[in-house]
């Protein structure tokens, strides 16, 4: 899979925040916060890959709340092997259960 962005520069890390349900028709109760890093060249793009990553994980339905890029790995420890995950090309799906 060619993840070069439209203008051919190396790709973005991207990380997505939302809710996922492993049940249709789920409540809020029934949410588990998710946060998604994966690399794309666009935000289209890195919708469609996290929904299908989520997707094959199981979740039945999705709610994505925000999308960003990053710049640098983070600082969080929470979060080092996702970026570096997505740095090589995968999705890395963090769940957060209460």
Do not use: C, H
Not at 8 to 26: A, H, L, N, Q, S
Not at 63 to 84: C, H, K, N, R, V
């Amino acid at each position: 899979m060619d993840l070069k962005n439209v203008n051919g520069e190396e790709p973005m890390v991207f990380i997505i925040v939302g809710r996922v349900w492993e049940v249709e028709d789920g409540g809020p109760d029934d949410a588990i916060t998710v946060n998604i890093f994966l690399t794309a060249p666009d935000d289209d793009s890195a919708v469609r890959r996290a929904l299908e990553a989520l997707a094959g994980e199981g979740y039945v339905e999705a709610e994505l709340d925000q999308i960003g890029t990053l710049d640098s790995e983070p600082e969080d420890p929470t979060f080092e092997e996702a970026y570096q995950d997505a740095l090589e090309g995968n999705v890395a799906v963090i769940t957060f259960r209460e």
